[in-house]
């Protein structure tokens, strides 16, 4: 009958989706969402199904987002913590991997500072693949969880325009939600200094802006990146105080932006560098929303993807 | 599969008719009015209960609540589907807790549905009865349910399809019996 389905076996990245399938997760999301509001907050629908947290890089809110999703759909889920694993002993990531798939998993939900590497898993790999952060790359369930955000005020996810600002060079965050909204049409601006927001980024359909102003000039969401000073952002511009005087939000800047614009940050938030602390509290910022969508959305991609035995790629 | 008519079995006047008997049936049944709601399962039977309720607060004059419940999380085949099905929107806005639920559903088949149906809605609350009423019972039951209310009873044979039409999105009221034209 030529009627769309959904038919990815992993979630690699945005740039893997069609619009068809981004329009499914959100949808599949907002059904997702009433459950969390429930006195008993559990559905059976991935009863018997064993997800495996595998995170080589420090992360509380994403690892425990995915936590908090499994346990709702009624999965057994194994936190895999790298820094007291045999990687330490000197295994390899493959080995790791198929050791954990002697245990029959069916889905692993990977965070790793190499790109790609979700990819590779899938390669040797039977079970259905997360990528929950991998690198400079992408963070897809991130891109999601904003668009879920996003549709939940504008009532639609198509025909806005959404300024990026900050560390975008280093971000897969901004990646993920860049190749996302180009895929469905709105137009994205990026915001911050040339050293973290080269001119490359336009060949993936973003404007680029030095000055924030008119960057965040008419659009519907203003999307805040956090200075990374652990990835050696602070080598990228002079100082704090000067990267904020230039690329800060604060209620100014945020006038710019259309009446109905709506800030929002993928956190952890830094008070005062990147965002004004009053606007970060104020009803025009969403960030704790993002927050609770992001166990909607991936609840979402764990239902969706089959989680049966795939064949490796390769 | 590709399918053709075999029979129209009900019209809008003889669907009329019944709607309006299973209203009166179950005010009948529940001398407690206000303690009763109704739940239409996705995705007929939420247009089922919608007629039903109209019905109920005509003759009554009261305000009916009335909920929407999706069950694909609660089946008892999700593993065995190549795609994961849709999953529809769960909207009960009252609390189940000691109430007298009448759930509804267009066709009641093998009965694996209302199964998945009441498993979740003793994951809402604990009611203090459950009632069913389907507008077509074809018979094959699997499991042992029984409607409390029916709009009609209709044998079947297992290949045939029942096809209850509404106005609401199928622009007509009428129960259509379908089979394959192919074997």
């Known amino acids: 009958m030529g009627e769309?389905?959904?038919?990815?076996?992993?979630?690699?990245?945005?740039?893997?989706?069609?619009?068809k399938d981004i329009d499914t997760i959100l949808e599949t999301a907002e059904s997702f969402v009433e459950i969390s509001t429930r006195d008993v907050k559990k559905v059976p629908a991935l009863k018997g199904k064993t997800v495996v947290n595998l995170f080589f890089e420090n992360s509380t809110r994403t690892r425990s987002s995915f936590e908090i999703a499994a346990k709702r759909l009624s999965a057994d889920l194994i936190n895999f913590n790298s820094s007291v694993s045999s990687l330490k002993k000197g295994e390899s990531l493959r080995d790791t991997v198929l050791t954990l798939e002697a245990m029959n998993p069916n889905i692993i939900v990977?965070?790793?500072?190499?790109?790609?590497?979700?990819?590779?898993?899938?390669?040797?790999?039977?079970?259905?693949?997360?990528?929950?952060?991998?690198?400079?790359h992408e963070h897809p369930t991130q891109a999601l969880l904003d668009a879920l955000t996003m549709k939940q005020v504008f009532k639609t996810i198509r025909g806005l325009k959404v300024a990026i600002v900050g560390d975008i060079l280093h971000s897969r965050v901004a990646r993920s939600n860049i190749i996302l909204h180009r895929k469905m049409g709105n137009e994205v601006s990026i915001i911050g200094p040339p050293s973290l927001v080269p001119r490359e980024f336009e060949k993936m359909g973003a404007k680029v802006h030095y000055n924030i102003e008119e960057g965040v000039k008419n659009s519907d969401v203003?999307?805040?990146?956090?200075?990374?000073?652990?990835?050696?952002?602070?080598?990228?511009?002079p100082s704090i105080r000067e990267y904020r005087k230039h690329f800060a939000i604060n209620k100014k800047v945020f006038s710019m932006a259309k009446k109905s614009a709506i800030i929002m940050h993928p956190g952890p938030i830094n008070r005062d560098v990147e965002i004004d602390n009053t606007l970060a509290d104020s009803d025009k910022s969403f960030i704790l929303q993002q927050v609770t969508n992001g166990i909607a959305v991936r609840m979402a991609v764990l239902y969706l993807l089959k989680g049966d035995f795939n064949e490796p790629i390769n | 599969m590709e399918e053709k008519i075999k029979a129209k079995i009900m019209d809008e006047k003889k669907m009329m008719r019944a709607f309006q008997r299973m209203a009166v049936e179950i005010l009948e049944n529940n001398r407690v009015v206000e303690n009763l709601v109704l739940i239409g399962i996705q995705k007929k039977g939420v247009y089922v209960a919608e007629r039903i309720k109209k019905l109920i607060e005509e003759m009554e004059n009261i305000k009916m609540p009335t909920g929407i419940l999706d069950i694909t999380l609660f089946r008892d085949d999700l593993h065995k589907h190549e795609q994961q099905p849709i999953i529809q929107k769960t909207e009960i806005n009252f609390s189940v807790e000691d109430k007298d639920i009448v759930l509804i559903d267009d066709v009641l088949f093998t009965g694996r549905t209302i199964r998945a149906a009441m498993d979740s809605i003793f994951e809402l609350g604990r009611p203090a009865s459950v009632q069913l009423a389907v507008f077509i019972d074809r018979g094959h039951r699997e499991l042992p349910i029984s409607p409390d209310y029916k709009g009609k009873y209709l044998p079947t044979s297992r290949r045939e399809r029942v096809n209850v039409m509404l106005k609401e999105i199928d622009d007509v009221d009428q129960v259509l019996i379908m089979e394959p034209t192919r074997f």
Do not use: K, W
């Open chain 1, 110 to 136: 990977i965070r790793h500072s190499a790109s790609g590497s979700p990819y590779y898993l899938t390669t040797f790999a039977r079970s259905s693949i997360i990528n929950a952060g991998d690198g400079f």
């Open chain 1, 222 to 237: 203003v999307m805040m990146l956090r200075v990374q000073s652990e990835r050696g952002a602070g080598n990228y511009f």
């Open chain 1, 4 to 19: 769309y389905i959904f038919n990815q076996n992993h979630l690699l990245g945005i740039d893997h989706l069609s619009d």
